[in-house]
């Protein structure tokens, strides 16, 4: 059974950087897409950024176009979300998520397997 546990949340002022770690455990985790999702009070999950199993495909939602990139290394069976110029819009509980293809989608329903979500909190 896949297993993800985030971490690197925090408080942080806008304009500041955060790192997001997302590790994974269970499966072959090289073969499928991960995405990072956000969900703030009172509304509903929306997608952020996703990468292909192999890394070499990415997508981003326009709002963080520029400041998230997001990464994995295959090896340590981790992916990362770094975040700079963060704003107050980017408060949110974090979530990490399994692909179910090796291949990047923005829907929540193309994603099986969720973290327990980290909060990230920037301050103007």
């Known amino acids: 059974q896949v297993r993800l546990v985030e971490s690197g949340g925090g408080l942080v002022q806008t304009g500041g950087s955060l790192r997001l770690s997302c590790a994974a455990s269970?499966?072959?985790?090289?073969?499928?897409?991960m995405g990072w999702f956000r969900q703030a009070p009172g509304k509903e999950r929306e997608f952020v950024a996703a990468?292909?199993?192999?890394?070499?495909?990415?997508y981003y939602a326009d709002s963080v176009k520029g400041r998230f990139t997001i990464s994995r290394d295959n090896a340590k069976n981790t992916v990362f979300l770094q975040m700079n110029s963060l704003k107050p819009e980017d408060t949110a509980v974090y979530y990490c998520a399994v692909g179910r293809t090796s291949y990047v989608f923005t829907t929540v329903y193309a994603y099986y397997v969720w973290g327990q979500g980290t909060q990230v909190t920037v301050s103007s």
């Open positions: 269970g499966r072959t985790f090289s073969s499928y897409a």
């Open positions: 990468i292909s199993g192999s890394g070499d495909s990415t």
